[in-house]
């Protein structure tokens, strides 16, 4: 196998996933992938394109995805068969604690001269921590480590001291080193995003199934787009806040990409394949005129694509106009978080649900073909009475909308883990959590937990984790009674729906009454538990369908593709 200088690989949440008794539950229920958090972050492409661009031969392998997709996958004979000089992990989501440092340890054990680095938000607030296991060679800190790396590779392919690469944590013999994190980009406009290397990347190895995103990515395709990294808000529960930005990965500001750079990306994305483009960030975060010329650049470049925009405060009607008239589809994700406006008050989401509900008509009145809106449980303020209401608050919204089947509704635990550096985390007292982990480590060794609520790191003042659970299956069934009123869901559909929520509540008790055996017995009840606990794997309380957007198999979309990388071609070599 040729060597290549550097492989990015993606770890599964939990390793070995396959061999473990693992109940999940409903925390994966709305995101793309599944419980082993499958999907790769968007920045393993702009690290290898830039590295690329250098003359550095790099891949990308989706490991969680490969595994998912073939149980009987010997993963230490692959990794063993792999040949690079460094092998990068991602620890962006806490969730991959436990796997992405079991696959370094493997990777130590099999390529003991090789590099091991990591990389991502939790890998930049936990460096001093992680740095010091033994699998763990180098930890590049920030939110934009493209050009960090560069310097890195060119310093490791020439043999040079390593003290001079920005914001990179080390260790040698002298022991542990902490480079200034002194590389914070103010904008987004110097990265090429050049999708059509990684369309070059799969021809090259002959690996889709190692390069896709998620486990069903070809078969459900959708694409991203960002216009921003970092975030001018300050939501108490979230990593990505202004706040987490500024302490963690030293950003004072966000950093946003052109509007016109960023429509000109939906365009890139295009010309390789036909899916559903989801443009992270709310393009009015910015301020000005950034959401106008941003429809108007995709409006000049007649785009065709289903572009999907997020939210994250009530928009005027009139954004949705401009929506409509500039995209052929378009639909909406908004995350209120909260029906209930203390609770989203305490979070530091500061809008009304009068401003929210005059959004959802403006957007099913202009066009919007989809409105997805998102309810989280184990909030600060939020009562088991409120997070059951918000199905009522649900079934309001239908009949304000004549039981519109555009808007879709959502409910799940907010994540197994409260989010390192949110401000929540920080001052736990404050907003009434009790966090049962706060390294790195104590956050591992809590992700092979049998049972879903025992991997939760946090409850409330208001809600234990056992209330968290029992409140999140009963607020799914609320609000499936609701979709199933106003003619959303038939009968048999609601039927099965809550013989699933009714097996995933049995299961939740008999796992925690195995965990109550003695040794011999527990392991043969587990294994028993097992095959249930994988057949609940996906869409514990909520079908997980819904979140698929209409696109065709990635297989039509290989035509374009190959149109793609020949323009490509055509284009480097005119450059």
Not at 194 to 200: A, K, L, P, S
Request: negative net charge; proline residues 5%.
């Amino acid at each position: 196998m040729a060597k290549e200088d550097l492989i990015l690989i993606h770890a599964p949440s939990v390793y070995d996933f396959r061999k473990e008794s693992l109940f999940y539950g409903p925390v994966s229920d709305l995101v793309p992938s599944t419980p082993v958090f499958e999907m790769y972050p968007f920045g393993f492409t702009t690290m290898a394109v830039q590295l690329a661009k250098a003359g550095y031969r790099v891949r990308i392998i989706n490991l969680a995805s490969m595994m998912l997709n073939d149980p009987d996958l010997d993963v230490e004979r692959f990794l063993g068969r792999l040949r690079s000089s460094v092998f990068g992990l991602d620890l962006h989501w806490l969730p991959h604690a436990h796997g992405s440092l079991a696959v370094a340890e493997i990777l130590r054990r099999l390529h003991p001269d090789s590099k091991i680095l990591f990389g991502g938000f939790s890998s930049s607030y936990y460096h001093e921590e992680l740095i010091r296991y033994p699998q763990v060679d180098l930890v590049l800190r920030g939110d934009s480590t493209e050009m960090p790396l560069l310097h890195l590779m060119d310093a490791l392919d020439k043999g040079e001291d390593l003290s001079s690469v920005p914001n990179l944590t080390w260790k040698d013999q002298s022991g542990v080193h902490v480079n200034e994190l002194s590389y914070i980009p103010d904008s987004m406009d110097h990265l090429d995003i050049d999708y059509g290397w990684i369309v070059r990347s799969v021809i090259r190895h002959r690996d889709l199934e190692g390069a896709k995103p998620f486990k069903d990515w070809d078969r459900f395709p959708i694409t991203s787009v960002f216009t921003v990294r970092g975030c001018s808000l300050a939501c108490a529960v979230c990593g990505g806040s202004c706040g987490a930005q500024r302490r963690v990965l030293g950003r004072s500001k966000p950093a946003f990409r052109s509007p016109e750079k960023a429509a000109q990306d939906i365009a890139n994305v295009e010309s390789y394949i036909k899916a559903p483009v989801f443009v992270v960030g709310d393009v009015r975060q910015y301020g000005g005129d950034y959401a106008e010329r941003f429809f108007a650049e995709c409006r000049r470049l007649d785009l065709d694509s289903h572009v999907v925009l997020e939210l994250f405060t009530p928009a005027p009607e009139s954004f949705f106009q401009e929506a409509e008239r500039t995209f052929s589809r378009y639909s909406i994700q908004f995350s209120p978080d909260s029906h209930d406006e203390k609770v989203r008050y305490a979070l530091g989401r500061r809008f009304d649900n009068a401003g929210l509900e005059k959004s959802i008509t403006a957007a099913l009145d202009n066009g919007c073909q989809r409105f997805d809106m998102f309810f989280m449980i184990g909030l600060p303020e939020q009562t088991r009475e409120s997070a059951l209401a918000s199905a009522d608050y649900t079934r309001r919204l239908y009949q304000q909308n004549r039981n519109d089947p555009r808007l879709v509704v959502y409910t799940s635990p907010l994540a197994p883990f409260l989010d390192p550096g949110s401000i929540a985390f920080e001052n736990p007292e404050k907003f009434g959590y009790r966090l049962f982990a706060r390294t790195l480590e104590e956050h591992r060794v809590r992700l092979p937990s049998p049972n879903w609520k025992d991997v939760l790191s946090y409850e409330t003042k208001w809600m234990t984790r056992d209330d968290i659970a029992e409140t999140s299956y009963d607020a799914a069934d609320r609000l499936s009674d609701v979709r199933r009123d106003v003619g959303l869901m038939t009968d048999e559909e609601h039927l099965l729906r809550s013989q699933r929520s009714r097996e995933a509540r049995r299961l939740l008790v008999e796992v925690d009454a195995a965990m109550r055996l003695p040794e011999k017995e527990r392991t043969e009840k587990m294994a028993l538990l097992k095959t249930r606990g994988e057949e609940l794997m996906e869409s514990t309380i909520c079908q997980k369908r819904d979140l698929v957007w209409d696109s065709p198999s990635i297989l039509s979309s290989v035509p374009r593709a190959a149109l793609g990388v020949l323009r490509g071609r055509s284009r480097r070599k005119r450059a």
